[in-house]
């Protein structure tokens, strides 16, 4: 199946949907080429690659929506799907949310985001990045194992096409490296991680850098201590504080807004963060990793707030969410791009001013209440005592709430753009720590 055809077809849908008693029709078509390429003791272990082509089909008709998908269009019938998606979109109950967006909402300045490295590498290439990740990582002679190196590269077409006369198209590619090291032996063993993903290839931190640092990370969780329950000051490093904010937007959603499944809910222009908090969500950074030139139905997209100096300015919203809540489309459905800005403090500053604290790096599973905002999470880190780390800890648990998280939440200045939700190391005080 070929770009050409997938789109002859859609074409076809809109020449065709009025015949059939439809409103209105919306075609998105995603093609996916995707290569993952895995070194494990510095041989080969795995090569996956797939190709996929999807095609979702949205059917409207008296405030009704029917939504048809498919990969393989070589026997589909225009006339018969149609008459299905017909017939099905008249029993479906009524929706007076559903609905394309008005034409004033569509996109129609479309910036070059450069979203595309059209340098495609070979399996070969692949091969030798992770094999030189997991080199590097080898290099250091307190590890004593590899879990392997993974070496990713997606390219993504996606197109959309519309009974309001939205057309567009966009191609957007993914780069990856990870590794994860395995230190120390018999009952004294630790694991860590390290990665790096951009839109361009060349802009992937160096093979060396991350194996160095995912080597350097398990070595210095050896020997950790287990320490008792206690109230004290947490900091998160960037990696781990992204899914404090990642939290945070799944309940800044209009979806759960509407749904009246969030904290967050009736907080909109009121402050929940302090007053030096901004949070910004930006889809049309230059190669950003979360940038798209317009929303998922075609919505323009401009860079917002979603804090601002505290204060809860803005939730994410789709079409839908938009019209039950009765606020205006701003064509950020999601985190894209999300930027807690950087505070005035160093980390280091911030560490040395904790008598009693906890620097945690590594997070596993998750209890987190929307509704209330009860958050609770295991963890792994280092001991701060006095002003300095010292020691690893791990098989401890952190819990707070997130409001009060939020209203406690201090950003260092060490943030570096390099994922779709950014932000610094960040200190919340007065948290509980559950451990023996």
């Given at each position: 199946?070929?770009?050409?055809?997938?789109?002859?077809?859609?074409?076809?849908?809109?020449?065709?949907?009025?015949?059939?008693?439809?409103?209105?029709?919306?075609?998105?078509?995603?093609?996916?080429?995707?290569?993952?390429v895995k070194s494990r003791n510095l041989k080969l272990e795995n090569i996956d690659r797939s190709n996929s082509i999807n095609i979702n089909v949205n059917i409207y008709k008296d405030n009704r929506k029917a939504s048809l998908s498919l990969n393989n269009i070589k026997k589909i019938k225009?006339?018969?799907?149609?008459?299905?998606?017909?017939?099905?979109?008249?029993?479906?109950?009524?929706?007076?949310?559903?609905?394309?967006?008005?034409?004033?909402?569509?996109?129609?300045?479309?910036?070059?985001?450069?979203?595309?490295?059209?340098?495609?590498?070979?399996?070969?290439?692949?091969?030798?990045?992770?094999?030189?990740?997991?080199?590097?990582?080898?290099?250091?002679?307190?590890?004593?194992?590899?879990?392997?190196?993974?070496?990713?590269?997606?390219?993504?077409?996606?197109?959309?096409?519309?009974?309001?006369?939205?057309?567009?198209?966009?191609?957007?590619?993914?780069?990856?490296?990870?590794?994860?090291?395995?230190?120390?032996?018999?009952?004294?063993?630790?694991?860590?991680?390290?990665?790096?993903?951009?839109?361009?290839?060349?802009?992937?931190?160096?093979?060396?850098?991350?194996?160095?640092?995912?080597?350097?990370?398990?070595?210095?969780?050896?020997?950790?201590?287990?320490?008792?329950?206690?109230?004290?000051?947490?900091?998160?490093?960037?990696?781990?504080?992204?899914?404090?904010?990642?939290?945070?937007?799944?309940?800044?959603?209009?979806?759960?807004?509407?749904?009246?499944?969030?904290?967050?809910?009736?907080?909109?222009?009121n402050p929940i963060f302090k007053e030096n908090i901004k949070v910004t969500n930006n889809p049309k950074i230059l190669r950003g990793l979360g940038s798209m030139p317009y929303d998922d139905n075609g919505i323009k997209s401009n860079k917002i707030n979603i804090i601002d100096k505290g204060?809860?300015?803005?939730?994410?919203?789709?079409?839908?969410?938009?019209?039950?809540?009765?606020?205006?489309?701003?064509?950020?459905?999601?985190?894209?791009?999300?930027?807690?800005?950087?505070?005035?403090?160093?980390?280091?500053?911030?560490?040395?001013?904790?008598?009693?604290?906890?620097?945690?790096?590594?997070?596993?599973?998750?209890?987190?209440?929307?509704?209330?905002?009860?958050?609770?999470?295991?963890?792994?880190?280092?001991?701060?005592?006095?002003?300095?780390?010292?020691?690893?800890?791990?098989?401890?648990?952190?819990?707070?709430?997130?409001?009060?998280?939020?209203?406690?939440?201090?950003?260092?200045?060490?943030?570096?753009?390099?994922?779709?939700?950014?932000?610094?190391?960040?200190?919340?005080n007065d948290m509980t720590l559950a451990g023996l």
């Amino acid at each position: 199946m070929t770009k050409k055809s997938t789109l002859d077809f859609a074409q076809e849908i809109l020449d065709n949907y009025r015949r059939f008693n439809i409103d209105d029709v919306e075609v998105l078509i995603s093609e996916n080429k995707r290569l993952s390429v895995k070194s494990r003791n510095l041989k080969l272990e795995n090569i996956d690659r797939s190709n996929s082509i999807n095609i979702n089909v949205n059917i409207y008709k008296d405030n009704r929506k029917a939504s048809l998908s498919l990969n393989n269009i070589k026997k589909i019938k225009i006339n018969e799907f149609l008459e299905k998606g017909s017939a099905m979109v008249s029993s479906m109950p009524i929706d007076k949310f559903c609905g394309l967006p008005d034409k004033k909402d569509y996109e129609t300045s479309f910036k070059d985001l450069d979203l595309e490295d059209k340098n495609e590498l070979s399996d070969k290439e692949m091969l030798q990045h992770a094999i030189s990740t997991e080199a590097a990582m080898l290099e250091n002679k307190k590890i004593t194992n590899s879990e392997g190196a993974t070496r990713g590269a997606s390219k993504n077409t996606s197109h959309l096409i519309t009974s309001k006369g939205f057309k567009s198209s966009f191609t957007k590619t993914y780069h990856s490296i990870s590794t994860i090291a395995i230190a120390g032996t018999e009952t004294n063993m630790q694991r860590d991680y390290e990665y790096s993903s951009a839109i361009y290839s060349k802009d992937l931190s160096s093979f060396k850098e991350i194996g160095e640092k995912a080597a350097n990370r398990a070595v210095s969780r050896l020997s950790s201590k287990k320490i008792k329950s206690c109230s004290l000051d947490v900091i998160f490093e960037p990696r781990v504080a992204k899914s404090i904010l990642s939290s945070f937007c799944s309940c800044a959603n209009g979806v759960a807004i509407a749904r009246k499944t969030s904290f967050l809910e009736n907080k909109i222009n009121n402050p929940i963060f302090k007053e030096n908090i901004k949070v910004t969500n930006n889809p049309k950074i230059l190669r950003g990793l979360g940038s798209m030139p317009y929303d998922d139905n075609g919505i323009k997209s401009n860079k917002i707030n979603i804090i601002d100096k505290g204060v809860l300015k803005n939730f994410f919203l789709n079409l839908r969410s938009s019209r039950q809540l009765n606020i205006p489309v701003n064509g950020n459905s999601g985190p894209r791009n999300l930027i807690l800005e950087n505070g005035s403090e160093t980390l280091e500053n911030i560490i040395s001013s904790i008598k009693n604290g906890f620097l945690i790096t590594e997070m596993l599973g998750m209890s987190f209440n929307p509704v209330n905002g009860d958050y609770s999470r295991g963890a792994a880190g280092f001991k701060i005592d006095n002003g300095e780390i010292s020691y690893p800890v791990s098989e401890v648990t952190i819990a707070g709430n997130m409001l009060e998280m939020m209203m406690n939440l201090t950003p260092a200045n060490d943030m570096e753009i390099n994922d779709n939700i950014n932000c610094p190391s960040i200190l919340i005080n007065d948290m509980t720590l559950a451990g023996l």
